[in-house]
């Protein structure tokens, strides 16, 4: 069975800093071969795409509301993603998910695995 989990979520001011890691486990899961993506959805919203980056090469792609501010990256060796989230702003509230997929994919659907959240709340 595959696990994401994620954790470094919690109440920060505007124009803090806060680094998510999300940690992937199970025997028949090969994290080296996966495309790992955020998403975030805040209250009374749909779920929207962040960041993804590639399993080699380490290709990003960004959302254009965080580009410049977010920053995604991976170490292949412990199993995990990281979003490095600086400048935030109050509407950058969500619970922010990772996922992962063999294929990259565009938008929020059909990723094979997805995490439990954690919740970020920027206070003004």
């Known amino acids: 069975q595959v696990q994401l989990v994620e954790s470094g979520g919690g109440l920060v001011q505007a124009g803090d800093s806060l680094r998510l890691s999300c940690t992937a486990s199970?025997?028949?899961?090969?994290?080296?071969?996966?495309?790992m993506g955020w998403f975030r959805q805040a209250p009374g919203k749909e779920r929207e795409f962040v960041a993804t980056i590639s399993w080699s090469y380490g290709i990003r792609d960004y959302a254009d509301s965080v580009k410049g501010r977010f920053i995604i990256s991976r170490n292949n060796a412990e199993n995990t993603v990281y979003l490095q989230m600086n400048s935030l702003k109050p509407e950058d509230t969500a619970v922010y998910y990772c996922?992962?997929?063999?294929?990259?994919?565009?938008?929020?659907?059909?990723?094979?695995?997805w995490g439990q959240g954690t919740q970020v709340t920027v206070s003004s």
């Open positions: 199970g025997r028949t899961f090969n994290f080296n071969r996966n495309y």
């Open positions: 996922a992962a997929d063999q294929i990259k994919r565009l938008g929020t659907e059909g990723w094979d695995y």
